[in-house]
């Protein structure tokens, strides 16, 4: 089917001098196109370029918020974010997982911090209840003792989010890693014992 065009307008779109888009308008009887019609146009098409810009962002933003899921699931970290002025807070499943919750278990602050041990809520405490966002990243290490007993040990990395009063986080399982030091450490120990009860024992046979 052929379509004879007796009528045409266009406007284009420029950013730096340089071109961004057309919008062409046709009709098939003879006609001349107001000032009004030609503006119209124009507005048109800058609204259709925008509605096309924030498309693009979208889905760029998407496909980014995806391949940190990914990272982030990879690693088994958690994420969180805790609103300073209104006591919220949001944790991720893996967060919540991690310090003992179930999905709808974890609204405020305090809910966070229930399963943390004793001997190291002072410091969580300290850090986050406060009235002024703070203007540094902080990083902490601190256990937590599981429903059944058990306990883990997280290691969390947080940072006040920008204009906000949102402080963000990320948190990881380090359980095996302070086992290890902590095994470490006593065999250290137990290794100076050994050793001054040996010093003290040459010293003895010697005097005698």
């Known amino acids: 089917m052929r379509t004879s065009i007796a009528a045409f307008t266009a406007v284009t779109l420029l950013r730096d001098a340089q071109w961004l888009a057309a919008l062409c308008v046709e009709q098939a009887t ?3 196109w107001t000032r009004w019609e030609i503006e119209l146009t124009r507005i048109v098409a800058e609204q259709i370029w925008h509605a096309v810009e924030r498309a693009r962002a979208e889905a760029a933003l ?3 918020e995806h391949k940190l899921r990914l990272g982030l699931m990879a690693a088994n970290l958690g994420t969180w974010r805790y609103d300073i002025s209104s006591g919220v807070f949001e944790g991720d499943d893996v ?4 310090h003992g919750f179930g999905p709808d278990q974890v ?8 399963h943390v041990h004793p001997d190291d809520l002072r410091d969580i405490q300290r850090a986050f209840v406060t009235t002024s966002t ?5 990083r902490s290490e601190y256990r937590v003792v599981l429903p059944d007993g058990g306990t883990r040990w997280i290691s969390n990395l947080s940072m006040p989010q920008p204009a906000t009063t949102w402080i963000v986080g990320v948190v990881a399982d380090i359980t095996e890693r ?9 065999r250290y120990r137990e290794q100076g014992r050994t050793l001054r009860l040996l010093l003290e024992n040459a010293a003895q046979g010697i005097l005698s």
Do not use: F, G, H, Y
Not at 178 to 186: F, G, S, V
């Open 30 to 32: 003879a006609r001349i």
């Open 62 to 64: 998407e496909a980014s």
């Open 95 to 98: 967060t919540r997982r991690m």
């Open 107 to 114: 609204e405020t602050l305090e809910d966070a911090v229930r």
């Open 134 to 138: 703070p203007t540094t990243s902080l």
């Open 178 to 186: 302070k086992r290890k030091e902590i095994d470490l450490q006593n």
